[in-house]
C-alpha cells in the first residue's frame, strides 16, 4: 500500500534525489532505454545531454512515473518510481518537450486552472499567476489567446506552470528549446533561483553550452547507454582540453595530413575529416609548433588552423566515436524501423 502523501511529508533519503539502476525500455524491436544508470545528488543540477532519439525523454518519462520501466529500478528520494508512484508525483515537477498549455484559453486562464489543481485559493491562483506571468515577461500577452503567442511564448508560459508549486525535484525535458537568446538566459536565471531556494533540478539538453552553465554534474546518453559521466571539465578533459580545426589546401593531401596529425598528437580513432578539413582532440596545445613542422616538411600547406574549446561533438565524437548528426540520423533510422 502507497502511504498518502502529506506536506510534511520528508523525502526518505537526503542525500539523494533520484537513483536509477538498469533501466530498460524497449518499444518493439528498439531498445530505446538500454540500462541506464544514474544518481543525482538533492540540492544540485543534474544534466543529460544527447542528441534526440538518444533515450533521454523516455529515461525522464520512466523516472516521473509517466512510463513503466520493462527491467531496472529507480527511486526518487528514496521511494521507488513503481511501488510507490502516487507519493513520487507529488515530489516532482515536469516540464516536457512541447508545451502542455490550453491554446483556448489565455495564459493567465491557464496558470490560473494548473495552480486550482495544486490546491491554491482562488486569490493565490490569481497572485501566482500574476507573479510567474511577469517573471516570464508574459504580462503583456496575459490576456491574449494562446493561439496568437509565438512558440518561444508558449514555451515560457508551459515553464512558467511547472513552477507554481515548487516542488523537492524538477525535470526539465530540453527546457530552452525554441527560446530566443535573451529568454534562455533568463531561463537558467530561473533554474539557478529554484535550486538555490531549496529544488533539485534533473536537465536534459542538446547544448554542452546549456550543461555548462548549470549543471554541477552530466550524464552522456547515446543510443540508450550512458557513455560518460562527470563533471563539465572531466568530460572535456576526455577529449583534450582543445580540439585542433585543420584545412589543407589541396584535398589530396588530407590522407597524409592525418596521418601526420595522429602521429605527432598521438591520436588515432578521434581523429575525422570532412573534404579538406580535419578534427582532432588536443590534450597539449603546445604540439601546434611540432604539427606546423612537420606538415610543412612534407610539403603540405594549409588554408585555416584553429585550435578551439571542445564542443558537444567533439566529446560525443571521442566518446562514441560519432558526432551528434550522425547520431541523431542514426537514431532517426532506429525509431523509422519501429514505425515499419
Do not use: C
Amino acid at each position: 500500500m502507497e502511504q498518502p502523501y502529506r506536506k510534511d511529508m520528508k523525502p526518505a533519503n537526503g542525500d539523494w534525489a533520484v537513483e536509477a539502476n538498469g533501466l530498460v525500455k524497449t518499444f518493439g524491436d528498439n531498445r530505446a532505454v538500454d540500462g541506464v544508470d544514474l544518481r543525482v545528488r538533492a540540492g544540485s543540477i543534474y544534466g543529460v545531454l544527447g542528441p534526440n532519439g538518444a533515450g533521454k525523454t523516455t529515461t525522464i518519462r520512466m523516472l516521473a512515473t509517466l512510463l513503466r520501466p520493462d527491467a531496472g529500478s529507480a527511486r526518487i528520494f528514496g521511494r521507488d518510481v513503481v511501488k510507490e508512484s502516487q507519493v513520487v508525483r507529488q515530489l516532482i515537477g515536469v516540464t516536457g518537450q512541447y508545451a502542455s498549455v490550453d491554446e483556448s484559453l489565455s495564459a493567465t486562464e491557464n496558470l490560473i486552472i494548473f495552480s486550482r489543481l495544486l490546491g491554491l485559493g482562488r486569490a493565490e491562483a490569481k497572485r501566482k499567476a500574476a507573479d510567474l506571468l511577469e517573471e516570464f515577461g508574459l504580462s503583456e500577452a496575459a490576456r491574449r489567446p494562446l493561439k496568437n503567442f509565438s512558440g518561444g511564448m508558449r514555451r515560457r508560459l508551459d515553464l512558467a506552470a511547472s513552477l507554481i508549486a515548487q516542488p523537492p525535484l524538477i525535470f526539465l525535458d530540453e527546457p530552452t528549446t525554441g527560446l530566443d537568446p535573451r529568454t534562455r538566459a533568463q531561463m537558467w536565471e530561473t533554474i539557478r533561483r529554484l535550486v538555490k531556494t531549496g529544488s533539485t533540478v534533473l536537465l536534459t539538453t542538446q547544448y554542452l553550452d546549456e550543461a555548462d552553465q548549470l549543471a554541477d554534474r552530466i550524464a552522456v546518453i547515446d543510443l540508450g547507454h550512458v557513455v560518460a559521466e562527470g563533471t563539465v571539465d572531466e568530460l572535456k578533459a576526455s577529449v583534450g582540453t582543445s580540439s585542433l580545426h585543420l584545412r589543407v589546401q589541396r584535398t589530396n593531401d588530407v590522407a597524409e595530413a592525418r596521418r601526420i596529425i595522429e602521429r605527432v598528437l598521438n591520436v588515432a580513432s578521434s581523429v575525422t575529416s570532412e573534404a579538406a578539413q580535419i578534427t582532432a582532440p588536443m590534450a597539449n596545445a603546445d604540439l601546434v609548433t611540432d604539427l606546423l613542422i612537420a606538415l610543412r616538411a612534407a610539403n603540405i600547406p594549409l588554408a585555416e588552423l584553429s585550435v578551439q574549446k571542445p564542443t558537444l561533438d567533439e566529446v560525443f565524437l571521442t566518446i562514441t566515436g560519432h558526432g551528434v548528426k550522425e547520431a541523431e540520423e542514426s537514431n532517426a533510422n532506429a525509431m523509422e524501423e519501429v514505425k515499419r
